[in-house]
């Protein structure tokens, strides 16, 4: 069973940074497409970023393109969203997702089988 745990929220000033980290139970962590999504009080949840399997592209929604990094490290299980010129718009839960052998559904949420349980980022204006 694959299990996600999220860690790295919390409060931050506008225009600071934040780094979210995502780890990841199982044996072939590399063969699973990762994505970063956020679900902000009232709405639904988005697409933030990804990183897929097959060939390591990563993709972000135009919202945080150039302000957001997402990466992974295989041997170790990890998955990281850095953030950068944090808005207050950026507030929300941010949830890390896996999905098995991933690929252009990258942004969709009904395409990923696991998902840890969020953390919060709040970004004070």
């Known amino acids: 069973q694959v299990q996600l745990v999220e860690s790295g929220g919390g409060l931050v000033q506008a225009g600071g940074s934040l780094r979210l980290s995502c780890a990841v139970s199982?044996?072939?962590?590399?063969?699973?497409?990762m994505g970063w999504f956020r679900q902000a009080p009232g709405k639904e949840r988005e697409f933030v970023a990804a990183?897929?399997?097959?060939?390591?592209?990563?993709y972000y929604t135009d919202s945080v393109k150039g302000r957001f990094t997402i990466s992974r490290d295989n041997a170790k299980n990890m998955v990281y969203l850095q953030m950068n010129s944090l808005k207050s718009e950026d507030t929300a839960v941010y949830y890390c997702?896996?999905?098995?052998?991933?690929?252009?559904?990258?942004?969709?949420?009904?395409?990923?089988?696991?998902w840890g349980q969020g953390t919060q980022v709040t970004v004070s204006s």
């Open positions: 997702a896996a999905d098995r052998l991933g690929g252009l559904g990258y942004s969709k949420v009904s395409e990923y089988e696991h």
């Open positions: 990183s897929v399997w097959s060939d390591g592209t990563t």
């Open positions: 199982g044996r072939t962590f590399n063969r699973y497409t």
